[in-house]
């Protein structure tokens, strides 16, 4: 792999704390001037920026292998669009930190950007809020990066990532009905010891997402972590590619696209959101805005 620089916070652990501002562009405002003052800023090496494809269409720029999220559709399950232009996940050591980080940044973009949403983040012994480990079958090693990162493409795109998000809501009453045993199958794992179950049915969530048994193969490099507000809880899902093709090919057999079987994890959680988001290199230190802004 080609020397290249990419943001780092992509492969770091994940971090107690994290909080995601996804924004969107205020009507007539030109965005390019704030663009380009971020990009000769150095870069919060905690932090991790995505850009979508309707901010990159109205730049006139064309970011290769950057689209929209499509809204997909099973037998009573969905999984929804829901544009915006930027994302920004703050990661630190306290949720106070990143709230007061979160106000400094929109003032730095508040020209051209507005808040859409805010979820604060957190970790939960590395499990689900369901009780259940996740990303187990993360890759190992040096296939962390080839997973996460693109190697190949011109400056300004080659250390590019790609990554999809979605705000999953669980409906804590919905999993306390499902006995345990009985979750056991529809994740497909034991909670007690994370052991996967060889008899767990086809719609078990690890034999939906089971990344051997697409064709190419359908990796990601999962980062997603718990979250609440007002009440609300679910997990933010965040998984990086180096494109958006194994995402949405694991997303599409969920919803039952692929056989008609839709994924039991539906039973207790919904997804509220769905974004792709195309995430610059870097460059001397700084985010590498040349395919956007040219």
């Given at each position: 792999m080609r020397s290249m620089s990419f943001q780092p916070a992509i492969l770091q652990p994940l971090p107690p704390f994290g909080r995601y501002l996804f924004l969107r562009q205020i009507p007539d405002a030109d965005p390019r001037p704030v663009l380009e003052a971020l990009a000769k800023s150095a870069w919060n090496d905690a932090w991790v920026l995505g850009v979508s494809h309707s901010l990159a269409a109205g730049l006139g720029a064309t970011v290769d292998a950057l689209r929209e999220i499509p809204a997909l559709s099973?037998?009573?399950v969905s999984s929804p669009t829901t544009p915006c232009a930027l994302w920004i996940w703050l990661r630190g050591e306290s949720a106070g930190e990143l709230l007061l980080e979160s106000h400094r940044v929109l003032r730095q973009l508040a020209p051209a950007f507005a808040l859409e949403r805010s979820v604060a983040a957190f970790m939960f012994d590395g499990r689900d809020l369901s009780g259940y480990e996740d990303g187990t079958e993360n890759p190992k090693g040096d296939a962390v990066t080839a997973t996460a990162i693109r190697s190949d493409g011109p400056p300004g795109i080659a250390g590019s990532s790609y990554v999809a998000v979605q705000l999953w809501r669980h409906d804590f009453e919905a999993l306390e009905r499902i006995l345990p045993e009985q979750r056991d199958l529809v994740i497909g794992r034991r909670a007690s010891d994370n052991e996967e179950l060889e008899d767990a049915p086809v719609s078990a969530h690890v034999k939906r997402t089971a990344q051997e048994s697409f064709e190419p193969e359908a990796f990601v490099w999962r980062r997603s972590m718990p979250w609440s507000d007002a009440g609300d809880a679910g997990l933010m899902f965040v998984a990086f590619?180096?494109?958006?093709?194994?995402?949405?090919a694991q997303l599409r057999r969920m919803v039952g696209l692929e056989d008609g079987v839709v994924d039991a994890l539906f039973r207790f959680t919904t997804p509220l959101t769905g974004n792709y988001f195309w995430c610059?290199?870097?460059?001397?230190?700084?985010?590498?805005?040349r395919a956007l802004l040219g």
């Open positions: 099973g037998a009573g590619g180096h494109s958006f093709d194994a995402f949405e610059p290199p870097l460059r001397e230190g700084r985010i590498d805005l």
